[in-house]
């Protein structure tokens, strides 16, 4: 599997993505807002896109929709709870359909409501897993939960999902967010080294070439993975007195998402 992250460079600071099938040089594109430059970018390596995929609803990820698959006739694929949302899905996905692109590439539909309720995830069948996650999961943050979704239900996605992939996985996320999302993880862990030492490395950060996390990794600098963590509840109790002296993973979850709506 090629996995082509495509930097948009626009004010939303979308990532794009090509997920190609080396054997055949077909391609998926997933959110390609910025379709001139996925576009160029497959004819430059001398790929075909034959499916769009869309991770869920909001424009800033179908907006590109119509000029890929017009240049390519391309099938456009999406969560089958947004049919009403999205134009023109040929494919709707549920929980546990594969995707194939080529004759090598699978990946795995997941339904992953929260910052959409017809939101999906992609997840490959490789050796080293990857993880497409649109907006449910950044580099260190978790989407909001804004236009159309419910803080809940993303606490269920990440409780019952996000926390039980392969440590492995590598995390493609829609946008490119991570050092606000570091300095959120510091604000309420200040003794987080982890985080710490990761935003100092990323001074000079370029998108161009975005670090790729890990599951792993994501446990040790994702605020919202360090539900139990003392330092994290600490600070939930000092600004939330009322939640009681032990919170549940779910309550810190949720108010970390609403300190982080206005931080």
């Not at 993880?131 to 803080?151: I, S, V, Y």
């Not at 999302?181 to 990323?202: H, I, M, S, V, Y």
Request: net charge negative; charged share 20%.
């Amino acid at each position: 599997m090629i996995v082509e992250q495509i930097w948009t460079g626009n004010s939303y600071r979308n990532f794009n993505y090509l997920i190609v099938c080396p054997e055949t040089g077909e391609a998926l594109a997933v959110d390609p807002l910025d379709h001139e430059k996925c576009l160029a970018r497959a004819k430059d390596r001398g790929w075909t896109i034959t499916q769009v995929l869309n991770t869920h609803e909001h424009g800033d990820h179908t907006g590109g929709n119509g000029p890929v698959i017009k240049a390519t006739g391309a099938k456009l694929l999406a969560h089958a709870g947004a049919r009403n949302r999205i134009d023109g899905i040929d494919v709707g996905l549920k929980a546990g359909d594969v995707v194939k692109v080529g004759t090598s590439v699978e990946l795995l539909s997941l339904d992953t409501p929260g910052h959409t309720m017809s939101h999906v995830c992609l997840l490959s069948k490789t050796d080293q897993p990857a993880l497409f996650c649109g907006d449910t999961l950044f580099n260190a943050g978790a989407g909001n939960c804004h236009g159309g979704g419910h803080p809940e239900e993303l606490y269920g996605t990440f409780a019952q999902q996000m926390h039980t992939l392969d440590p492995d996985t590598l995390i493609y996320p829609g946008h490119d967010y991570i050092t606000n999302n570091l300095k959120f993880t510091l604000d309420r862990e200040p003794d987080n080294r982890d985080a710490g030492n990761l935003l100092g490395e990323l001074a000079n950060h370029d998108p161009e070439k975005a670090l790729v996390t890990t599951i792993a990794q994501e446990r040790k600098i994702n605020t919202f993975f360090r539900l139990t963590s003392p330092g994290v509840v600490a600070g939930i109790r000092e600004r939330f007195p009322d939640i009681g002296d032990s919170p549940s993973p779910k309550e810190v979850f949720l108010k970390l998402r609403e300190l982080r709506n206005s931080w």
